[in-house]
């Protein structure tokens, strides 16, 4: 039996709940097929809990500091508080019915299963047959990649999956990768009472954030008795009640669990995308600036490779909608595309780094500061180490790019995305009034870096 729909939504990620219910609301029948958990990853396995443990982190860390500012305090760190608020308040423990019930909601269909694309404007779920008869859209999410690493596969290794759900703290933790995902979890588990250590192929951390970031990132977690291990990769894991790795160069560490945190994939083949004539072989589906991927398919989120960011589903989401629903709507500009990750001090970034910059044949132009040097950083005293470098372009006299490491980093990359995205011109963001004492203050210390 075939059934006929308007839309057909595979996935039900962030993004893809967004653009089906803006169909569903806009009078269109809708179909959504998800075969895990409506939401995706972002609220069950990553954004939100994480940043409950983040919260919790960054609290251990600031009562530790209360010795060198005001006084005296005992730490006790106690996971079960963390553990609990994921499960009753994050995750609801891991059931998605307010989700799904939302959704439906808006007059859409949930159906549960993994949706394939068998023809072109057809998508089968187990012996269910859906034609859509204005389109297709894709919003599959990824899953972790696992690296062809000797002895690993088959171990009983982590990803953010397992750790999220995690009730105990282990002793120890060897963390596979040093990029956001990795560098938040290292901080969050070894504040609570683990010895970690974080091992990266590339020559430093958060190898595709500016140098300068990765310096003090790294200083910050050398610093909390973190060991980093950059520039050898793995060879080999070896699993035996506890997990052993070797490093290329011969070292061997050994942690009571492997937290695999080197990135995300998609299985194109499993969607059935060969169909509509897109490579099954890609890592990505290349759209244009309506989210269009083929005729009567649209992709949105992780898998069109312009970021791994709810953010980025959800931006995406709206355009896709509109394009449906034959709106003169918005097409996607990335150029002001901000990326945070929560470790303390935070990293947040928006648009282009340097190297990026002078890749784009941009005349580049580049200031940077300390936080420390700033007058709220003074204030701030431990805890304060970090830098904001902004990127411009010297012909154009716009910035470009930007990159903050400092506490609430995320917040202050705020305004630098404005700038970014407006192109502001660098001679008007010098006329503006930041308020004092304050951390974004020090952006006005960076564009007096610039020069003229």
Known sequence: MVDEVDVVVIGMGPGGEDVAARLAGAGLSVVAVESRLVGGECPYFACVPTKMMVRATDALGEARRVPELAGRAEVHPDWTPVADRIRDEATTDWDDEIAARRFERTGGRLVRGVGRISAPGEVTVGDQVFRARRGIVLNPGTDPAVPPIDGLAGSPFWTNREAVPSREVPESLLVL???????????????????????????????????????????????????????????????????????????????????VATGRRTDLRALGVGAVGLDEQSRTIPVDERMRAAEG??????????????????????????????????????????????????????????????????????????????????????GNAGIIKLVADAERDVLVGATVVAPAGGEIIGALAVAVHAEVPVSRLRRMIFAYPTFHRAIESALADLGT
């Open 177 to 259: 990768g040093g990029g956001p995902v990795g560098l938040e979890f290292a901080q969050v588990f070894a504040r609570f009472g683990s010895s970690v250590a974080v091992l990266e192929a590339q020559p430093r951390l958060l190898p595709n954030s500016e140098p300068e970031a990765s310096e003090v990132i790294t200083a910050a977690l050398l610093a909390e008795g973190i060991q980093v291990r950059t520039g050898n990769g793995v060879e080999h894991v070896k699993h035996d009640g506890q997990f052993e790795v070797q490093l290329a160069g011969g070292d061997r560490l050994t942690g009571q669990r492997l937290l």
């Open 297 to 382: 398919v649209w992709a949105i989120g992780d898998v069109t490779g312009r970021g791994a960011f709810t953010h980025t589903s959800m931006y995406q989401a709206r355009i896709a909608a509109a394009d449906i629903l034959g709106q003169d709507g918005e097409t996607a500009d990335y150029r002001a595309m901000p990326a945070v990750t929560f470790t303390d001090p935070e990293v947040a970034s928006v648009g282009l780094t340097e190297a990026q910059a002078e890749d784009a044949g941009i005349s580049v132009r580049t200031g940077s500061t300390r936080i420390q040097d700033s007058t709220r950083g003074w204030i701030h005293k431990v």
